[in-house]
């Protein structure tokens, strides 16, 4: 691997960026709905909640997701990104109920599981020597409280101090902060201290509270999911932001949902990735659910690319919709695919297939297919290198050819 020759930062300089975006969109067509949308991105200017419902309700994909590419390579050339990660999700206990979650499990399940915190850095030793991120998020355990995770962060940083802890939603924080009887902040900062790096983003869901009563009763407010991301990233904790459409939620929903998220993105800085992702309709208990189609999922991503001014990555999330939609998402304005993850339960107890097994090699192959260049980034998107398969080894008893 060959350290990134880029002299800008991950995000690039705004100004940079935008004129290049104002000089590659100078001279092209577009169609009479989308020309009023492309206009505005030339000049700087932030799409509105209708110019998205314009974008949803536009016939051609293909242009949505061409204005969308103009936009990603604008801000990072053909370069892709990825990392290599593990997903240990550290218990399926819960004591929530969410109608699309396939994965949650009451205390007394015969299937129900909680690793310790012997158990839970046994199953990281597995994969330690070749990741440098574990990615953690479960059921809100009911005897767990935030002395539990600062013992686990701790425990984990002292063995693998190369590994950076992206752990623990909205919710969990929540949940620590009521258990453990202290604030957001108090939470957020004691895990700090113990090794957090980051915050995934997960269930943010759709911020609508009248949707999240029906799809995610009990779980935090809207306002609770955007206090708690506001309080780590004034106290150093990067953070992703997601969104769950598919389920019961409009256009529109979504639309002002990511306007939330570009506005505290306008305050904090410290978004770092949008991941947008469909509802998996197997084995969960939401059948009035819509269930968005592949050019719908194509359609968000690109959507979002192009609402998104604030939040440097999105991020085609191939546990979710598998590597070949995530292949084509590198070409509708998404310029990540998560990373190896090795094992993974709560997508594929939802229904997802996509493989568990991608090395490095295999990762950077499905990039290139895209006609991007992989680089192999860190979690926090602060160190960059290109990434160069090792050449495979001749096998045993083949003669090489001399040309």
């Avoid at 536009?58 to 590419?69: I, M, P």
């Avoid at 949650?104 to 330690?128: H, M, P, Q, T």
């Avoid at 609508?208 to 506001?230: F, M, V």
Wanted: with cysteine; charged share 25%; hydrophobic share 35%.
């Amino acid at each position: 691997m060959n350290q990134w020759s880029s002299t800008q930062s991950h995000a690039g300089c705004k100004q940079d960026w935008q004129e290049r975006l104002t000089n590659s969109l100078a001279n092209t067509q577009w169609s009479k709905s989308i020309t009023p949308i492309a206009d505005k991105i030339a000049s700087g200017k932030r799409l509105s909640i209708d110019d998205g419902l314009v974008l949803y309700q536009h016939l051609d994909l293909t242009e949505v997701g061409r204005l969308a590419n103009f936009v990603r390579k604008s801000r990072f050339d053909n370069f892709a990104f990825f990392n290599s990660n593990v997903h240990i999700n550290q218990t399926n206990v819960c004591v929530l109920s969410c109608r699309f979650c396939a994965f949650r499990r009451s205390k007394k399940s015969s299937d129900a599981y909680s690793l310790d915190i012997e158990a839970y850095v046994d199953d990281l030793s597995i994969y330690a020597d070749y990741v440098d991120e574990v990615h953690s998020v479960g059921g809100l355990h009911p005897d767990w409280d935030v002395h539990h995770y600062q013992q686990l962060f701790r425990t984990v940083k002292e063995k693998f101090p190369h590994i950076t802890i992206k752990a623990l939603t909205a919710v969990e924080i929540k949940h620590l902060s009521q258990l453990s009887k202290i604030s957001f902040s108090e939470v957020l900062t004691i895990l700090k201290d113990a090794g957090l790096g980051s915050l995934p983003g997960g269930g943010a869901e759709i911020l609508d509270d009248e949707i999240r009563s029906i799809i995610c009763n009990g779980k935090e407010s809207s306002e609770e999911y955007l206090e708690i991301h506001k309080i780590a990233h004034e106290i150093g904790l990067p953070s992703n932001c997601t969104m769950l459409f598919g389920t019961v939620e409009t256009t529109k929903h979504r639309l002002i949902h990511m306007d939330k998220l570009r506005r505290l993105a306008d305050v904090t800085n410290g978004f770092q990735c949008f991941v947008p992702y469909p509802f998996l309709p197997d084995s969960s208990r939401l059948p009035e659910a819509q269930c968005a189609t592949g050019s719908e999922v194509l359609r968000t991503i690109a959507i979002s690319r192009l609402m998104l001014d604030s939040i440097p990555h999105i991020k085609a999330y191939r546990m979710n919709i598998g590597d070949g939609l995530a292949e084509l998402a590198l070409q509708y304005g998404a310029d990540d695919i998560d990373g190896t993850v090795q094992k993974e339960s709560i997508m594929h107890l939802a229904g997802s297939t996509t493989p568990l097994d991608h090395d490095l090699s295999r990762l950077s192959k499905l990039i290139e297919n895209a006609g991007c260049i992989p680089v192999k980034r860190n979690t926090t998107y602060q160190k960059f290198e290109i990434f160069i398969p090792p050449k495979p080894k001749p096998r045993r008893g083949l003669k090489m050819a001399h040309n």
